[in-house]
Structure formats: structure tokens, C-alpha cells
């Protein structure tokens, strides 16, 4: 009997990097390989890269450096390093050079051909392939692993925007809003697999279907998904403040299982900035957003992401960002240092921020945002939430984990007859990140 073939898939980056990675685990399993953790016994390692701040790619390249320690101990190991790092114009000369002991390059265009290039190199033989443009039939490619309670399902591809700060763009191509019946058909398949909840994936939801006729948007796909029977919970991300629509805010509004949680990143409080991140928009025209969000669903959380230090950005810019968010106060917010990305606009910016500037405006924001993070938390205390629960916590197994429909984390004493159900906890205690509370009504 042939050994069972191991490969352990990591991602890095956002969910549309995991859900690739994920596609890349399912076509393995169609060539024969079981997915492991553990790294010491893997015949295959794939790793779905991110290239959207440097700090992403460093780590990337610690990791690479690593597996090559690994395959000194177990030569037969193939190792394949995929995604949006590879994509980028130039990259994979660059790459190939610096890591030559890398069996299998792939771009993110080219990944559903990814049993080709396995097949190539385990015949021993070196493969490497980036495609500059993306593929034409988007449903071929493997949908999202089924027998999960959640899962992440892409509705479109690529982004138009080109804020100037970011890469992405450059290593996903153009919008590609893929047809409403093919993900119904999948988010059906994957709750009768047992799926509770699905997070619909796009750089930008709000511009899904842009390009159909008869017209159909990204509300009404909300509104159909809504309807599909046995599923409990819709999410979805990202919504570009740009395109947010009274209709989308008025159909979050009245469905029954979408979630009343927007993450709308604001990027910058300071329109000046803005105007040079290339955003559409100003900090009156967010506001104004924030404000019907808040008028239809007084309860819907927000979360955002930040960039400090962008070219440019005075300490008045900084402060009007800080100034934002107390105006606002996010759930959470993921904050981040500008990186500089070559072939992005920003990159040849002048006035560039010293890494000491950078590193000093993201502290104060942090310290902002977790105090904003807790009061938030505790203002939910006493009060009870729906929560789905996911499973045993991992720090401690006689608790159990959920989250709110606001997306906020829970702690809860619960059993194991209770995952994948929807139950009431009233919160009982809140700390920055996460709350703890007890069930209420355990029939529920
Ligand atoms: N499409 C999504 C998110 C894309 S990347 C959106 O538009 O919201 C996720 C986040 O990374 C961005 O929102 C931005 O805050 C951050 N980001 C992107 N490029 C960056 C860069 N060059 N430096 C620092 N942060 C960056
Ligand atoms: Fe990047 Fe802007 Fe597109 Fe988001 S909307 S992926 S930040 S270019």
C-alpha cells in the first residue's frame, strides 16, 4: 500500500488568502495528500503569501528560510510558496533566486492549475508558474471546504480602486463579481455539509455585480441569501465606505440573518489625506454613513482599518484622525504603520514619515482605540446577545466560544450538544478583547 501523503497548507494575510489556501488543501486532497499540522512528517508545504505591508513579507521570507532547514532533514519534502507575493510584476526572479530550494511557484491567477505543477515536481522537477492575468471561468475553481460551522465563501475577485497605498489591485486584477446562482448553490451545499454561517468575501462587497444586467447588487444578494433555509448567520467584508447604500444599510436592516456589523475601513480622519490615499471620499461623507448605519441599526457595530504615517500626514492630519474615532467609536480597529509597496502610487510620494513618527502616531492610536475597545465591551455588560457557538475555547476547555452578531468575541460555560446553536448569554464581565457571560436560555 502507497504511504499516505501529508501536506500542511498555511496562509498569511487576509481571509481571501485563507479561502485560497484553502482551495489549494482541496485540490491536494483530490491528488491523494491528508491535511496535517504537523510540519515534520509533511511530503507537501504550500504557503499562500501576503504582500500587502512589508512586515507580511518578512515573515513570509523568515518561514521560507526556516523550511529549508526542514528539507535538509527530509529531502523528499516538495515545498510550494503561492499567492499574491509571487504575483507581484518581478517577484518570482527575485524570489527564485533568494530561495532556491522552493519546489513550486504559483501566482494568484494561475492556482486552480496547481495539480499541474505538483505533478511537475513530484517528478522532481522544478516549477514555477505566475499568469498576468486572471482566469476567465471563475466557478472552476474548488469551493470552500464543506463540514465546517463556518465558512468563507468569495462573491467576487479582484479590486478597481487603486488607493494609492495599496498592492492589492496589482496582484488580483480587476472586479469579477462571480453569479449569484453559483453562490447560492455553494452556501446550500455547504449548510446541508452543516455550515451555520458564511462570511461572503470581496476587496470592495458593496461593488459586487456592478457589471450585471438586469441589474442585481450586492443588497439583493444579501436579500436572496437570507432565505436559504438552515443557515443562521450571513457576514460579509469588505464594504468601501464609497459604495455603502442607504438600500444595502436599509436590507442588512430587515434581514434575519444578516449581521448588524459593518467593517467599513476609514483609513484616515483627515481629508487631505484622503485625497491623496485616492479613498473617494471625505471624512463629512463617512460621517454621513456612520450616521444612517446608526439610524437604522442603532445596535450594528463598527470596525475599521487604519493607516498612520502615510506621505505626507501631518500632526494636525494624525489628530484629526484620532478626533474620528472618539467621534465614532469602533468595536475595533485594526491600525497599521503605512508601508511602503513599489509599483503603488504612495511609493513615490514625497514626504515619507520616519519609521520613529510612524511607530509613535500607531502607539497613540492603539492606546485610543483599547480604551474605546473596552468601553464599548463594557457597556454590553448586563445586557444579553444571541451568540453561535463555536466551540471549546483554546485556553480553556471547560469554557466554550461565540461570538455576538456584532462580531464580538464571548467566554461562556457551556457543553459540547450546544455547538452550531444559537443561544442567549447576558454579559457578565468585559475586558478589552473579549466578554464572559452565562447562558440564559439554554433551549434557545
Ligand atoms: N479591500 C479591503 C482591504 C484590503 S487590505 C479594503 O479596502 O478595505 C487591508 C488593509 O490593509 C487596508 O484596509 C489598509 O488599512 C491596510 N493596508 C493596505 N495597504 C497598506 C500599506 N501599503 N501600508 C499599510 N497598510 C496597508
Ligand atoms: Fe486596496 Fe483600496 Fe482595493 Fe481595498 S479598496 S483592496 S485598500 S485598493
Redesign the pocket.
Known amino acids: 500500500m502507497e504511504k499516505e501523503k501529508k501536506v500542511v497548507t498555511l496562509a498569511y494575510g487576509?481571509q481571501m488568502s485563507e479561502r485560497d489556501a484553502e482551495t489549494l488543501k482541496q485540490i491536494t486532497r483530490q491528488e491523494g495528500y491528508t491535511s496535517s499540522d504537523d510540519l515534520a512528517s509533511a511530503d507537501l508545504v504550500i504557503i499562500n503569501t501576503c504582500c500587502?505591508?512589508e512586515s507580511a513579507e518578512n515573515k513570509i521570507l523568515g518561514k521560507i528560510g526556516e523550511l529549508k532547514r526542514l528539507k535538509e532533514k527530509n529531502p523528499n519534502l516538495k515545498i510550494a510558496i503561492s499567492g499574491c507575493m509571487v504575483q507581484q510584476p518581478g517577484a518570482l526572479e527575485k524570489l527564485q533566486k533568494r530561495a532556491p530550494h522552493i519546489d513550486i511557484w504559483t501566482g494568484t491567477h494561475n492556482l486552480h492549475e496547481f495539480s499541474a505543477l505538483l505533478h511537475k515536481a513530484e517528478q522532481g522537477e522544478k516549477a514555477a508558474e505566475v499568469w498576468k492575468e486572471p482566469q476567465k471561468t471563475l466557478e472552476s475553481t474548488p469551493l470552500a471546504e464543506k463540514g465546517k460551522l463556518q465558512a468563507n465563501v468569495n462573491i467576487m475577485y479582484g479590486?478597481n480602486?487603486f488607493?494609492s497605498?495599496?498592492?492589492?489591485p496589482h496582484v488580483r486584477g480587476r472586479e469579477r463579481s462571480r453569479k449569484p446562482e453559483e453562490i447560492i448553490q455553494e452556501i446550500k451545499d455547504l449548510v446541508a455539509s452543516g455550515c451555520r454561517e458564511v462570511t461572503l468575501l470581496g476587496?470592495?462587497v458593496n461593488s459586487y455585480g456592478k457589471e450585471f444586467s438586469p441589474q442585481y447588487d450586492f443588497a439583493d444578494l444579501l436579500r436572496d441569501v437570507d432565505q436559504i433555509p438552515g443557515l443562521l448567520r450571513v457576514r460579509f467584508i469588505?464594504s468601501?465606505p464609497k459604495d455603502l447604500s442607504d438600500k444595502l444599510i436599509s436590507v442588512v436592516a430587515s434581514g434575519e440573518k444578516l449581521c448588524e456589523h459593518f467593517h467599513l475601513?476609514i483609513?484616515s480622519g483627515s481629508n487631505f489625506i484622503l485625497e491623496r490615499m485616492n479613498r473617494k471620499y471625505t471624512r463629512e461623507y463617512y460621517l454621513s454613513r456612520i450616521s444612517k448605519i446608526r439610524e437604522l441599526l442603532p445596535q450594528a457595530s463598527l470596525t475599521t482599518?487604519?493607516?498612520v504615517g502615510f506621505p505626507g500626514e501631518s500632526e494636525t492630519d494624525f489628530e484629526q484622525t484620532l478626533e474620528i474615532m472618539n467621534l465614532i467609536q469602533y468595536s475595533h480597529a485594526?491600525t497599521?504603520?503605512?508601508?511602503?509597496?513599489s509599483g503603488?502610487l504612495a511609493a513615490d510620494m514625497e514626504d515619507q514619515i520616519s519609521l520613529d513618527i510612524k511607530k509613535r502616531r500607531l502607539q497613540r492610536l492603539m492606546s485610543v482605540q483599547n480604551a474605546q475597545s473596552l468601553e464599548w465591551r463594557q457597556r454590553m455588560l448586563g445586557k444579553t446577545y444571541e451568540i453561535l457557538v463555536e466551540g471549546p475555547s483554546k485556553t480553556n476547555l471547560e469554557r466554550f466560544t461565540g461570538r455576538t452578531r456584532g462580531n464580538e468575541l464571548v467566554v461562556f460555560k457551556g457543553n459540547a450538544d450546544i455547538i452550531g446553536s444559537l443561544v442567549n448569554i447576558q454579559i457578565t464581565e468585559a475586558a478589552t478583547w473579549t466578554l464572559v457571560g452565562e447562558i440564559v436560555n439554554p433551549e434557545m
Open positions: 487576509c500587502v505591508r479590486c480602486n488607493c497605498y495599496c498592492i492589492v476587496q470592495n469588505t468601501h475601513p483609513q482599518d487604519i493607516i485594526f497599521f504603520m503605512y508601508s511602503k509597496r503603488t
